[in-house]
């Protein structure tokens, strides 16, 4: 292959081999390097990107806002009045705002960038002759792709194979109903909808599997071509962040009528110097407004997503952040995020005998045992034709590297591979497929799998042409289909179905997955596989218990979740005994109860809702019974969390207040129906990730409860001094630095503080809980008032002293930045003791806030050129003891109140809880 041939025109409209001639490629798929020439000439399979916005443009957007608007004004006014030191001091906070929004919105960005390339969609195709998995971006025209329900279409392929396959092509032909696929040409004007040998990027495959050959790749799609879908970056804005940006408007707006009010008063009244007047009126604007608020609050969610992802929790959208916050009840699945989804076969149950499995996970060696314990022989007949059924009725290969052997395909049907080469060729270890383990046989016909009928079917011949019919399934529809059974010396014999049912429950009591295995002999002749050829015609040859075995790491995290008040809830599609038996091992509460699909048929929705709570084991759900559960918990005014990997998922998902999806064996349709993608699937990423929500969470009312008590005690100080007639204990000059140096600095080191201790032993927050409490607004107004009394008292005690005015503003300053910070220090334990060791420990990003802001402030206070520019004086060693000391005595005072709040509210609780 030396040219890239070019795309068909009318792929729908030829023959699949015409196509398949057309690109150059057969059913091996292409090689390496010839993917990689034609990659060169069509480029990665995606559709362009936005362009990202000019650089300038993004930095001056960031001037678009009220509060810059007024200190541009200002800045105008002070130049024009001749106070340059003034204009360049407002100048240096406007700049400074404008740049620390351009740098976190570019960080920001990168990382919303980094998550897409974790979400990006996956293939199954061939190169090399051989089944790989690769990015879908790698595709390029004349791949062969492997397809299957619930995947994401990830190119535009036409079909070669098609078994039972339906698509959803909503999103390009508006039709809601699924679309049935083959393989015959149409015509070449058929309407979009009709042409049935194609697939298209970015449908959703609804059932059954096939194979196609990519047809058009990334802007030459379908959907490139019709929809454009223009990429963008998606804005970090939720709904808690839209409300304080409002709340933070209508604040600014309130500021500056008090402000004019204020300006009007001290002109015509006081009959202060407009220009004196005119600073100090700048200086509580810029004190009182909390412009950096709903910055900070977007960068600690930013903040949130990235320890989320640390933690194998990527956040697709953000208000999620929030949502994990308040989770009361988790719906998890159970195979793969309970358990460790690495099937082992661990039974085999046959007429006459038991027998033990040993191994790890697909490893394909390891030992067949008998009922006592001893090695089984596995040229037994019966072990052979279990082994043939569980080998040749699979789609699944092995594959080993560096961490092990690994199923590529279903867990149960790499387990049975590993089954079968256990029995056939112990000694080898190399075994890795169903043609390496039985040599020779072919594969003439399929039924593939279907949650509908619950079985899979093949139609295999051996290397002398017979043909033999393997079945493997659910033991329920297995068992339906046959008509006897292989007998202990190898005939057959009518079939007893209590007996076997009794085998079930017993093996599925042991937390097994039980699947049947059966099979018939089938003429030479015989071509195509049908239903038919299986009702009431097999002979059930025996029962597999496999084993998925908990993740350690989820028992604990189980344990987590209920020490923290919120319930965990198994909804599964397996065998009522199994789901019980597995509750029980990672620690479900109420294991006695189990409520199977049936069960819930029977229910009206009032019923449901009462039982719902109490009931933690749903087995044999349906998506339906699926969505039933959510909305029912949803009606108690529980906040849900719940998890899918199949397309049948996304309902239930989509319902759900927080959708989280399985990264790994999750369907590309339930990712995209999810807030949250589980990168490990595994159940104690979502404790993780709760612990992560509740941590956001907190870090956010830390920011806005240490801002906004911090930012009235400043615009208070300048009240009081302004409707007295006296001087102000600080200078609008010396306001403007604290806000440039301690709210880019201290507030923005809340965003980074870890977990409090005790944070996963907290219930959940209600889950329509306000943000601004009452007890927020207490603090606020408690705070505020003790920052005006110990700023004026320092400021009194200076004057008092004989201190000029310009060192009583300097230790006005200073006192104000030392309560500041020890402000920083108590709001750092919302729900503990602040005065510990812990606690005064801190953080690195405290420490460096904190040493950063006390370098800036004896700047300001002793370095000769910035005591010019601010108005400051040296201030002398032991008023600089009693600054820090009245800090100290500050912060034992909030301290003494949370601690009293507390105890009061503990001993509240009690009551609560006294019998009555």
């Given at each position: 292959?030396?040219?890239?041939?070019?795309?068909?025109?009318?792929?729908?409209?030829?023959?699949?081999?015409?196509?398949?001639?057309?690109?150059?490629?057969?059913?091996?798929?292409?090689?390496?390097?010839?993917?990689?020439?034609?990659?060169?000439?069509?480029?990665?399979?995606?559709?362009?990107?936005?362009?990202?916005?000019?650089?300038?443009?993004?930095?001056?957007?960031?001037?678009?806002?009220?509060?810059?608007?007024?200190?541009?004004?200002?800045?105008?006014?002070?130049?024009?009045?001749?106070?340059?030191?003034?204009?360049?001091?407002?100048?240096?906070?406007?700049?400074?705002?404008?740049?620390?929004?351009?740098?976190?919105?570019?960080?920001?960005?990168?990382?919303?960038?980094?998550?897409?390339?974790?979400?990006?969609?996956?293939?199954?195709?061939?190169?090399?002759?051989?089944?790989?998995?690769?990015?879908?971006?790698?595709?390029?025209?004349?791949?062969?792709?492997?397809?299957?329900?619930?995947?994401?279409?990830?190119?535009?392929?036409?079909?070669?194979?098609?078994?039972?396959?339906?698509?959803?092509?909503?999103?390009?032909?508006?039709?809601?109903?699924?679309?049935?696929?083959?393989?015959?040409?149409?015509?070449?004007?058929?309407?979009?909808?009709?042409?049935?040998?194609?697939?298209?990027?970015?449908?959703?495959?609804?059932?059954?599997?096939?194979?196609?050959?990519?047809?058009?790749?990334?802007?030459?799609?379908?959907?490139?071509?019709?929809?454009?879908?223009?990429?963008?970056?998606?804005?970090?804005?939720?709904?808690?962040?839209?409300?304080?940006?409002?709340?933070?408007?209508?604040?600014?707006?309130?500021?500056?009528?008090?402000?004019?009010?204020?300006?009007?008063?001290?002109?015509?009244?006081?009959?202060?110097?407009?220009?004196?007047?005119?600073?100090?009126?700048?200086?509580?604007?810029?004190?009182?407004?909390?412009?950096?608020?709903?910055?900070?609050?977007?960068?600690?969610?930013?903040v949130g997503v990235q320890a989320m992802a640390r933690r194998n929790a990527i956040v697709?959208?953000?208000?999620?952040?929030?949502?994990?916050?308040?989770?009361?009840?988790?719906?998890?699945?159970?195979?793969?995020?309970?358990?460790?989804?690495?099937?082992?076969?661990?039974?085999?149950?046959?007429?006459?005998?038991?027998?033990?499995?040993?191994?790890?996970?697909?490893?394909?060696?390891?030992?067949?045992?008998?009922?006592?314990?001893?090695?089984?022989?596995?040229?037994?007949?019966?072990?052979?034709?279990?082994?043939?059924?569980?080998?040749?009725?699979?789609?699944?290969?092995?594959?080993?590297?560096?961490?092990?052997?690994?199923?590529?395909?279903?867990?149960?049907?790499?387990?049975?591979?590993?089954?079968?080469?256990?029995?056939?060729?112990?000694?080898?270890?190399?075994?890795?497929?169903?043609?390496?383990?039985?040599?020779?046989?072919?594969?003439?016909?399929?039924?593939?799998?279907?949650?509908?009928?619950?079985?899979?079917?093949?139609?295999?011949?051996?290397?002398?042409?017979?043909?033999?019919?393997?079945?493997?399934?659910?033991?329920?529809?297995?068992?339906?289909?046959?008509?006897?059974?292989?007998?202990?010396?190898?005939?057959?014999?009518?079939?007893?179905?209590?007996?076997?049912?009794?085998?079930?429950?017993?093996?599925?009591?042991?937390?097994?997955?039980?699947?049947?295995?059966?099979?018939?002999?089938?003429?030479?002749?015989?071509?195509?596989?049908?239903?038919?050829?299986?009702?009431?015609?097999?002979?059930?040859?025996?029962?597999?218990?496999?084993?998925?075995?908990?993740?350690?790491?989820?028992?604990?995290?189980?344990?987590?979740?209920?020490?923290?008040?919120?319930?965990?809830?198994?909804?599964?599609?397996?065998?009522?005994?199994?789901?019980?038996?597995?509750?029980?091992?990672?620690?479900?509460?109420?294991?006695?109860?189990?409520?199977?699909?049936?069960?819930?048929?029977?229910?009206?929705?009032?019923?449901?809702?009462?039982?719902?709570?109490?009931?933690?084991?749903?087995?044999?759900?349906?998506?339906?019974?699926?969505?039933?559960?959510?909305?029912?918990?949803?009606?108690?005014?529980?906040?849900?969390?719940?998890?899918?990997?199949?397309?049948?998922?996304?309902?239930?998902?989509?319902?759900?207040?927080?959708?989280?999806?399985?990264?790994?064996?999750?369907?590309?349709?339930?990712?995209?129906?999810?807030?949250?993608?589980?990168?490990?699937?595994?159940?104690?990423?979502?404790?993780?990730?709760?612990?992560?929500?509740?941590?956001?969470?907190?870090?956010?009312?830390?920011?806005?409860?240490?801002?906004?008590?911090?930012?009235?005690?400043?615009?208070?100080?300048?009240?009081?001094?302004?409707?007295?007639?006296?001087?102000?204990?600080?200078?609008?000059?010396?306001?403007?630095?604290?806000?440039?140096?301690?709210?880019?600095?201290?507030?923005?080191?809340?965003?980074?503080?870890?977990?409090?201790?005790?944070?996963?032993?907290?219930?959940?927050?209600?889950?329509?809980?306000?943000?601004?409490?009452?007890?927020?607004?207490?603090?606020?107004?408690?705070?505020?008032?003790?920052?005006?009394?110990?700023?004026?008292?320092?400021?009194?005690?200076?004057?008092?002293?004989?201190?000029?005015?310009?060192?009583?503003?300097?230790?006005?300053?200073?006192?104000?930045?030392?309560?500041?910070?020890?402000?920083?220090?108590?709001?750092?334990?919302?729900?503990?003791?602040?005065?510990?060791?812990?606690?005064?420990?801190?953080?690195?990003?405290?420490?460096?806030?904190?040493?950063?802001?006390?370098?800036?402030?004896?700047?300001?206070?002793?370095?000769?050129?910035?005591?010019?520019?601010?108005?400051?004086?040296?201030?002398?060693?032991?008023?600089?003891?009693?600054?820090?000391?009245?800090?100290?005595?500050?912060?034992?005072?909030?301290?003494?109140?949370?601690?009293?709040?507390?105890?009061?509210?503990?001993?509240?609780?009690?009551?609560?809880?006294?019998?009555?």
């Amino acid at each position: 292959m030396t040219d890239t041939p070019a795309l068909p025109t009318d792929p729908h409209a030829s023959a699949a081999q015409d196509v398949l001639r057309a690109l150059a490629t057969d059913d091996s798929g292409l090689t390496t390097q010839e993917a990689e020439r034609r990659r060169a000439s069509h480029g990665p399979n995606r559709l362009p990107r936005a362009a990202r916005r000019n650089p300038v443009l993004r930095f001056l957007a960031h001037f678009h806002n009220v509060l810059i608007y007024v200190l541009l004004g200002a800045a105008l006014v002070t130049a024009t009045l001749g106070h340059w030191i003034d204009t360049g001091v407002i100048l240096a906070v406007v700049i400074a705002n404008a740049v620390i929004g351009f740098v976190q919105e570019g960080r920001a960005e990168q990382a919303m960038e980094a998550i897409d390339r974790m979400l990006a969609p996956r293939a199954t195709l061939r190169r090399d002759g051989h089944r790989v998995t690769l990015d879908a971006a790698e595709l390029v025209p004349g791949d062969i792709v492997q397809i299957e329900a619930g995947d994401l279409v990830p190119a535009d392929l036409r079909l070669i194979e098609a078994r039972s396959l339906t698509a959803e092509e909503a999103i390009l032909t508006g039709e809601s109903m699924p679309v049935e696929k083959n393989t015959a040409p149409v015509a070449q004007n058929a309407a979009l909808g009709d042409r049935h040998p194609m697939l298209f990027s970015g449908t959703l495959v609804t059932t059954g599997t096939g194979r196609g050959v990519v047809t058009a790749t990334g802007s030459e799609t379908e959907i490139g071509r019709i929809s454009g879908m223009i990429a963008r970056v998606e804005t970090l804005t939720t709904p808690l962040v839209a409300q304080m940006d409002l709340f933070a408007r209508w604040l600014t707006v309130f500021i500056l009528v008090v402000a004019a009010l204020l300006l009007t008063y001290g002109y015509f009244i006081g009959h202060m110097p407009f220009a004196d007047l005119f600073m100090i009126v700048v200086g509580l604007s810029v004190a009182a407004i909390p412009e950096g608020l709903p910055a900070v609050l977007t960068i600690t969610l930013a903040v949130g997503v990235q320890a989320m992802a640390r933690r194998n929790a990527i956040v697709r959208r953000l208000p999620a952040i929030e949502t994990l916050g308040a989770v009361s009840v988790i719906c998890s699945d159970k195979t793969g995020t309970l358990t460790r989804n690495e099937m082992m076969a661990a039974r085999i149950v046959t007429a006459g005998h038991d027998y033990g499995i040993d191994g790890t996970g697909y490893d394909p060696s390891g030992t067949i045992r008998t009922d006592d314990g001893t090695e089984a022989d596995t040229a037994d007949p019966r072990l052979a034709e279990c082994a043939r059924v569980a080998g040749l009725c699979n789609d699944a290969v092995l594959k080993r590297s560096d961490t092990g052997w690994h199923s590529q395909g279903d867990p149960m049907e790499g387990a049975l591979i590993a089954l079968a080469a256990k029995i056939t060729q112990p000694a080898r270890t190399d075994i890795h497929s169903a043609e390496a383990t039985f040599n020779g046989w072919g594969r003439a016909d399929a039924i593939p799998f279907d949650a509908a009928h619950r079985y899979m079917a093949t139609l295999d011949r051996t290397p002398e042409g017979t043909a033999h019919i393997h079945v493997k399934g659910a033991p329920e529809a297995v068992l339906a289909l046959c008509a006897n059974q292989r007998s202990a010396d190898g005939t057959t014999e009518p079939l007893d179905p209590a007996w076997w049912h009794d085998r079930v429950e017993t093996l599925a009591a042991d937390g097994q997955r039980v699947l049947a295995l059966a099979t018939r002999t089938a003429p030479a002749d015989h071509s195509g596989l049908r239903h038919a050829d299986l009702d009431g015609r097999l002979t059930l040859v025996g029962l597999v218990g496999l084993i998925d075995p908990p993740r350690p790491e989820a028992i604990a995290a189980v344990a987590d979740c209920h020490a923290a008040g919120i319930r965990v809830k198994m909804i599964t599609g397996d065998h009522a005994a199994t789901a019980r038996a597995i509750a029980a091992k990672i620690g479900l509460r109420n294991t006695g109860r189990v409520l199977t699909g049936n069960d819930l048929e029977a229910m009206d929705d009032a019923a449901l809702a009462e039982t719902v709570v109490e009931t933690d084991i749903f087995a044999r759900t349906s998506p339906e019974h699926k969505l039933r559960l959510v909305t029912a918990l949803q009606s108690r005014g529980l906040t849900v969390a719940m998890t899918g990997d199949g397309v049948n998922d996304a309902p239930a998902l989509k319902r759900a207040d927080a959708g989280i999806a399985m990264g790994q064996k999750g369907s590309e349709a339930t990712k995209q129906a999810a807030e949250i993608v589980l990168a490990d699937d595994n159940f104690a990423s979502i404790a993780a990730a709760v612990r992560e929500g509740r941590t956001v969470y907190d870090n956010i009312k830390k920011v806005i409860s240490w801002t906004l008590p911090t930012n009235g005690g400043e615009a208070m100080t300048v009240i009081l001094a302004l409707a007295l007639g006296m001087s102000l204990p600080i200078t609008a000059v010396q306001i403007l630095w604290i806000n440039l140096v301690t709210a880019v600095t201290l507030g923005l080191a809340l965003a980074f503080e870890p977990p409090e201790p005790g944070t996963m032993r907290r219930p959940p927050r209600p889950r329509h809980a306000p943000l601004l409490s009452g007890t927020l607004v207490w603090q606020v107004l408690f705070v505020s008032a003790l920052f005006v009394a110990a700023v004026f008292g320092i400021y009194a005690y200076a004057i008092d002293k004989g201190h000029p005015l310009e060192l009583a503003q300097t230790m006005a300053l200073n006192m104000l930045v030392v309560l500041e910070i020890a402000y920083l220090f108590y709001i750092r334990n919302l729900h503990g003791a602040s005065l510990n060791w812990q606690a005064v420990r801190g953080t690195p990003v405290i420490w460096t806030c904190v040493i950063t802001v006390t370098a800036a402030q004896f700047a300001v206070t002793y370095v000769p050129l910035l005591q010019t520019v601010f108005g400051t004086r040296s201030v002398p060693l032991s008023d600089g003891m009693l600054i820090v000391g009245l800090g100290a005595v500050f912060l034992a005072l909030i301290e003494i109140e949370k601690q009293m709040r507390l105890a009061f509210r503990a001993s509240g609780d009690e009551d609560d809880r006294a019998p009555r």
